[in-house]
């Protein structure tokens, strides 16, 4: 079993739609979980990170985690075209200095 | 501040050529990283740097070799490219193991 599992989509919504993106995990020695917004031919850029379970919200981003299930997720509201691109969850815990990412999933959210 | 930098943004090689991937950041982190992205497989960490003066292994190290110049710089080295060496190259930072920030990618093409 991979440590984390991510579907690769690719997701194609309306705009305006309620996005889920989802990501498991085997390892329970992860502690913090993140998402990364990676534009085509960009960089992984940082959206959102927690240590804890429960709901994070940051404007129309809300990211959960669920340490029993070992499932994380991230919603967004109100999708907007520039939402569109790969979004990548990532976590890592204990003292080395590894994130372990998931594979990435494909958004377009369309006009 | 310019976040995390990296040189040359592209760059093609022939097979057993040289060269050196540059990365410098201006946010005065702790740990430096090298990834490398290859479609399918998402992100996978080659070395990385938890402090001045330290180096150590990720996953796919062979083939590569690393230097921590000072606090702001990690560069990594290619001595005799591969094609399996084909990728798009990222650099990140961060203060601790947890949030880690991207430079833009080197794309590198062996051929």
């Known amino acids: 079993q991979k440590e984390v599992e991510q579907d690769p989509g690719p997701l194609s919504v309306p705009e305006g739609a309620i996005v889920s993106l989802n990501c498991t995990y085997s390892?329970?020695?992860?502690?913090?979980f993140m998402w990364y917004r990676q534009y085509s031919r960009k960089g992984p850029e940082l959206l959102m990170y927690t240590y804890s379970s429960g709901n994070k919200e940051d404007g129309r981003f809300t990211a959960q985690v669920d340490k029993s299930s070992k499932y994380i997720s991230l919603f967004i509201r109100d999708s907007q075209p520039s939402d569109s691109a790969t979004y990548l969850c990532a976590m890592g815990g204990g003292s080395n200095y590894k994130l372990t990412f998931g594979k990435g999933t494909l958004l377009t959210v369309n006009p | 501040n310019a976040g995390v930098t990296q040189t040359p943004k592209f760059q093609v090689l022939k097979t057993g050529q040289s060269m050196t991937l540059q990365c410098a950041q201006d946010m005065n982190h702790n740990s430096m990283y090298w990834y490398r992205q290859d479609p399918g497989m998402g992100l996978r960490l080659i070395y990385y740097?938890?402090?001045?003066?330290?180096?150590d292994k990720g996953e796919v190290p062979n083939g590569y070799n690393v230097s921590r110049l000072n606090k702001r710089e990690f560069s990594l080295r290619l001595e005799s490219a591969a094609p399996s060496q084909t990728s798009v190259y990222f650099c990140?930072?961060?203060?601790?193991?947890?949030?880690?920030?991207f430079g833009p990618g080197t794309r590198l093409t062996v051929l």
């Open positions: 740097s938890a402090s001045e003066g330290t180096t």
């Open positions: 990140a930072s961060s203060v601790r193991a947890d949030t880690q920030y």
């Open positions: 390892n329970s020695a992860f502690q913090y």
